[in-house]
Structure formats: structure tokens, C-alpha cells
T-cell receptor, first 113, second 114 residues
Framework: AQSVSQHNHHVILSEAASLELGCNYS??????LFWYVQYPGQHLQLLLK??????LVKGIKGFEAEFIKSKFSFNLRKPSVQWSDTAEYFC???????????FGTGTRLTIIP | NAGVMQNPRHLVRRRGQEARLRCSPM?????VYWYRQLPEEGLKFMVY????????ESGMPKERFSAEFPKEGPSILRIQQVVRGDSAAYFC????????????FGPGTRLTVL
């Protein structure tokens, strides 16, 4: 069975700082990878996804993630965060061709103005 | 185009009662997925349904939990004889196709068992 690890439980940054949130997964086969965001009081929204092709994936709101197959990682990055990025971020994986998403425990990001 | 709807948003039950959680998928979506988020944990897959069919229930507890997605109406996640350990946020997602690019999530139902 696949699993997802997000090592940072709570990250606090000042506005304009650069962000990198770690995500490692465990699965032997081909996977699809996702980052979801949950803003306070709102539901989960897709930030970006990787299915195949260029391992550097760009998403909404200036976020990007890089798939490094050899490290089983899919870290989320943003060069300059804003206060509005305060939210909880979830990494998720599904085996290729399978709809079942497995989520990490999430990283709470707090941006200080 | 309305998003995935879930109701109720908050549900309080006493031990031994039944809980019914409803999920209306997005228009045009015939695939529904239920996930559970226990405190301090990530979302865990429970069940995947298409209209009138359960496709994958590998994440459902063996007892007390059931799900359905009838031809008409919302998908229902039913928990019989709830216990305190069932307290969690239950999320529903829907997609247009089986191998959809993404699943669209509802706002969740927070179940509290007293």
C-alpha cells in the first residue's frame, strides 16, 4: 500500500520569504502526484498535479512542484509567499490508473505579514 | 456550476445512534469518493462508487459503515451505532470519469460523537 509523508507539520514564514514543503511517498509503481490546499473555512482545492512529462509542474497562484523519481519526492515551492497563502497543504498520491488518493497528514502554513 | 455539496456540515450524535452523511456530486459527475480525516491525520480513502455500484470499498471499516449512490439523489455514507472513535471529518469528492485528472472535494461533514 502506498503512503505519503509530510515532514513539516507547521511552517511559519514572513511575507516574501521563499517556501518549500516536503513530500515523500512510498509506492513501487507509477504514480500520479497532487498538492491540495485548504484555506481557512474552505474546502480542499487542487493546487497542481503531476501525471507524466516535465517533472517540474506549475500550478495556480505561483506554486510549483518538482517530481524527483529517484527520491520519491514531490516538494512544493513558491519563491515569494503572501499572507493569503496561509492555509493547510496536503500532498497526495494515487497509483497510475487508480482513483484512490492517499494523503499526507498536511502542513499548516502560517504567513506573518 | 455548483461544486460538490455535502450536508450536514456539522453532525452531533450520541453513542449508539446512526449518522447519515449526504454528498451531491458536481453536475455531470457520476463518480463519488468518500474520505475520512481523523484528528491529526491525513485524509484516508474509504469507498469509491459509481451510480448504483460500489467499485472499491477497501477503505471502509468492516462493520457499521455502508455507502450507496442511487440512480437518483445524493450519495449516502451511513454509520450505524456510532462510537466516539467515529468522530472525524468526512469528505466527499466527485469526478467526471473513472480516471479523471482530479477529484473535486466538498466542504466536508464534521461528525462529533458524544
Amino acid at each position: 500500500a502506498q503512503s505519503v509523508s509530510q515532514h513539516n507539520h507547521h511552517v511559519i514564514l514572513s511575507e516574501a520569504a521563499s517556501l518549500e514543503l516536503g513530500c515523500n511517498y512510498s509506492y513501487g509503481g507509477t504514480v500520479n502526484l497532487f498538492w491540495y490546499v485548504q484555506y481557512p473555512g474552505q474546502h480542499l482545492q487542487l493546487l497542481l498535479k503531476y501525471f507524466s512529462g516535465d517533472p517540474l509542474v506549475k500550478g495556480i497562484k505561483g506554486f510549483e512542484a518538482e517530481f524527483i523519481k529517484s527520491k520519491f519526492s514531490f516538494n512544493l515551492r513558491k519563491p515569494s509567499v503572501q499572507w493569503s497563502d496561509t492555509a493547510e497543504y496536503f500532498c497526495a498520491v494515487s497509483p497510475f490508473g487508480n482513483e484512490k488518493l492517499t494523503f499526507g497528514t498536511g502542513t499548516r502554513l502560517t504567513i506573518i505579514p | 456550476n455548483a461544486g460538490v455539496m455535502q450536508n450536514p456540515r456539522h453532525l452531533v450524535r450520541r453513542r449508539g445512534q446512526e449518522a447519515r452523511l449526504r454528498c451531491s456530486p458536481m453536475k455531470g459527475h457520476s463518480h463519488v469518493y468518500w474520505y475520512r480525516q481523523l484528528p491529526e491525520e491525513g485524509l484516508k480513502f474509504m469507498v469509491y462508487l459509481q451510480k448504483e455500484n460500489i467499485i472499491d470499498e477497501s477503505g471502509m471499516p468492516k462493520e457499521r459503515f455502508s455507502a450507496e449512490f442511487p440512480k437518483e439523489g445524493p450519495s449516502i455514507l451511513r454509520i450505524q451505532q456510532v462510537v466516539r472513535g467515529d468522530s472525524a471529518a468526512y469528505f466527499c469528492a466527485s469526478s467526471r470519469e473513472r480516471n479523471a485528472d482530479t477529484q473535486y472535494f466538498g466542504p466536508g461533514t464534521r461528525l462529533t460523537v458524544l
